[in-house]
C-alpha cells in the first residue's frame, strides 16, 4: 500500500514490506494487524501468510513478505512530502534483511525532496544498522520510537544514540501515565490514544502531562487523537485546541 494518508501527522504512506511480530503490550490491537487479516482475507499476495486466527481475533505470525514492486515509489512521487515508512510493520524488525533496509534506504538517499518518518519498536537494531559505514546519516530522515508506558522508556535511551537529523517518540497508543520522561536529544512527540473495538481507554491527565513535559524540554508536541472505539466522535481537541507542532529543526516539505 502506498500513496495519500489520512494519519494526522504525516501525508503518505510507503509500504515496501508486510508483517510483523508482537514485540509490547503496545502491539496487542495494531490497526496494522486488523488490517493485514483483512487483506489477507481478500487474497492479496502481499500480506499472505502475514497473520493466523487466534481465538477471536488476529494476531501476525512473524512472517514479512518483500514487496520489491514499491520499492522506488516514492521516486515517482514529484510533490514533496512527509512520507510514514512501513505503517502497516516495522523495518527495523529482525525478520528484514539488512540488505533490504539498505535498498530502502538509497531510495530515500535518492528522493531527497521527501521527509521520510521512520517509527520503530526495535530501536536497538536501528541503532546497530544506522552506524554502519553503509548506511549514510540522511537530512531528509526521521527517526523515531514507540513508547506506550513507562516500562519501555529504555527506549528513548537507545534512540538518543541513533544519527539523525529529527528524532521522535510515538507515546502511542498511551496505556498508562509517563511522568517527566527525559527527552534530550528528541525534537518530537507524538501522543494519542488506542483506537479500535478494543481500545483501552487513556487517561487527560496522561496527555497533559506529556504536553508539559515537551513544553518544559523545548519537544514540539503532537496530539493525534483520544482514540476509542469511535475515534472520529472523541476527537482531538486538548484544552479546547487542537496541537500539532512538528520540530522547529526540521525543513518541512
Known sequence: MAGSSDIEWTEATWNPIAGCKIVSPGCTNCYAMRMAARLQAMDMKKYAGTTRKSGTRHVWTGRVNIDAASLA????????????????????????AENFILRVWQVIEQAHWHTFQILTKRPERMLEL????????????????????????????VLRQVPASVRFISFEPLVGPIVEPD????????????????????????????????????????FKQWGGTRKKKSGRLLDGRVWEDYPSVATQP
Open 73 to 96: 515509489a516514492p521516486l515517482d512521487w514529484k510533490k514533496p512530502q512527509r512520507i510514514f515508512v512501513n505503517s502497516m510493520s516495522d523495518l527495523f524488525q529482525e525478520a528484514v
Open 130 to 157: 544506522l552506524t554502519r559505514p553503509a548506511f549514510a546519516t540522511l537530512p531528509n530522515v526521521w527517526l523515531g520510537t514507540s513508547i506506550e508506558s513507562e516500562d519501555y522508556l529504555d527506549r528513548i535511551d
Open 183 to 222: 527527552m534530550r536529544g528528541i525534537h518530537w512527540a507524538i501522543v494519542g490514544g488506542e483506537s479500535g473495538p478494543r481500545a483501552r481507554p487513556m487517561e487527560a491527565w496522561w496527555v497533559e502531562a506529556l504536553r508539559d513535559s515537551c513544553k518544559d524540554q523545548g519537544v514540539a508536541f503532537f
